[in-house]
């Protein structure tokens, strides 16, 4: 039972960092499609830095890095250059798949230490408690700490209103002076940072060695998990959980042979995203207080 | 500073300049890209776009592996037009081809050619059911379709997995997951030059995009649903004022373009495969994306687009063989295509001008 409870909630890590960056990006009105491509960078990026290297937190500041320096690229076309943020997603995407093939080839077959466990003394004797949440890596315990600060920035701090503003009207956060360009390119670099540690923790907790396109759908499952969560930090951390959760039946399906083909158990993961977003349209169906009214639209800066 | 100026009129040679100094633009990065990782730049670009030109049979070859990627890329122009973001068209292929390869297998004997007409049409409904879902969920719910799309392909791809190695897989097959091969009326048979022989792979498919490109640009330019899908798609305001149903373009363009999809598969697979396998599609669905923007949103122009990419696709595999560059290499080529195509959007819709800061 701990067992299954620790692996549900390393394997909901992946997608719960991704989310957090995305969240952020969207609340300021930039919707990158492109996490799949920035997760398989940071996933690439961290497992070569640690074959490298040899130390696992290496891992984290370069799949962190690349993360960013991916970013760019997509702020570069859709901030700088206003190009369509949905077509320059995918082509980010599409980029990164490629990009991150060539860069992996010679690491295949290899294998990379794992991020060694960290035990925060105390707490970790918590019966029951403390093996789960309390002896973990550092990168577990950054998503988590994450989701708490996320929330109080978006929320409490007067940066996350203006994050917010910029999201929800640029016109009029840009009429008050503030610059909605140079925020959403930070946005849109953090999106890049939390998906770049995401996709780095594949590699350095759970499989640690690379295969071409190892995020598996990863990224665009992040992307479904912050409309899920109604852009609310915490809601995000509960969506992942669930994601964790269902990622996990399939193996535990297989290993107690239940009588489905593994290929539907395969499915579930992607068939329970079409199903939440749907179930989270008929609750919302009369208008998200949360959607950012700017999301995914241009900003024309008239000089 | 970049400063952006509208422009009042649009420039009409840069629909026909952008892409091409896109595709040069892309050519020096992938120069850039080869120098970096140590492979031999001009041999490395000479393999991935002269080499598939060498030999008349490899230049047929080009045709073949165009194909598919223009028949989706003419279904996905309706989609993109209409502002409605289908990503979905591997899903929307890969079960097209399995409803139509299933349909194929139900008649073991047959060898009249007529049973393609009809697989044509399984495949087409097949695609079209596929590409409905996100259709439907969007008018009913307002899900976003690029994610119900998207996950729908992995769905597919593990659909049809299962289908080839449980329901429909051959017993003679030696334990490979193949299905029975397809009866011989249900295959596409390839073009024999009288005095020259088979030229490559070619094969009576490829005519099918003469068919289907004049017919989708007659449908885009001079009928009133393809002007209700260019409204929609460039002024959603405009378009709801004119009481354009919305839900009926956006039903309309996902089906279509899924039904086109289907149709791919079914080329795809009775003229290279004969029988149903895995791995049905190499993400030919994800290639037409590109090919549909490379040829912008023009039918014509994405025959052009599917064949300058079918070169890289092929060049690709030639580099892989003999200078050992990893294939996925056609990605790197296609994301930056996209990005430069984009870019050649935002210079034919705003004047830019260089300017210190003040």
Redo the contacts between chains.
Sequence with gaps: MENLLITILLTSIPILLAGTGELISEKSGILN?GVEGMMLTGAVSALGSVLILGNPYAGIFFGALAGILISF?FSF?TI?????Q???G??????????T??IG?PFVGKTIPSLPKIEIIFFSEIPFLGAIFFKQDILFYIAISMIVLVHFFLIKSRFGIVLRAVGDNHESAHSIGYPVKKIRWICTAFGGMCAGMGGAYIPLVLTPHWS?GMTA?KG?IA??LV?FASWLPFRLLLGALIFGGITILQFVGQARGWPF?S??L??LP??V??IA??LI??KT?AGNIYVPSCLGKSF??N? | MFIFTPRQIENNNWVIISPLISVIFTIIIGAFIFKILNYPVLESLYQVFVSPFSRPDRIADIFVKACPLIIIGIGLIFCFRANIWNIGAEGQFIFGTLCAGSFALLFPDNENKFILVLMFFVGFLGGAIWGSIPAILKIKLNVNEILVSLMLVYIAMLFIDYIVRGPLRDPMSFGFPLSKPYPDGAIISKIHFPGIGFLGQLHYGILSIFVLAPLAWFLINRTLPGFQIKVFGSAPKASNFAGFNKNKITFVVLALSGGMAGIAGVIEVSANMGKLQPEVSFGYGFTAIIVAFLGRLNPYGVIFAGVIIATAKLGADNAQMILGIPKVVTGIFEGVLLFFLLAGETIQNYKISFKRKT
């Design positions: 499609l690229i076309f700088s250059l206003m190009t369509n949905v077509a320059t995918l082509g980010l995407t599409i980029f990164a798949t490629g990009l093939g060539l080839e071409e759908g665009w992307l479904a409309v083909p290929q539907f395969n499915m992607y068939l995203t079409i977003l749907s349209s008929i169906r024309f800066e000089n």
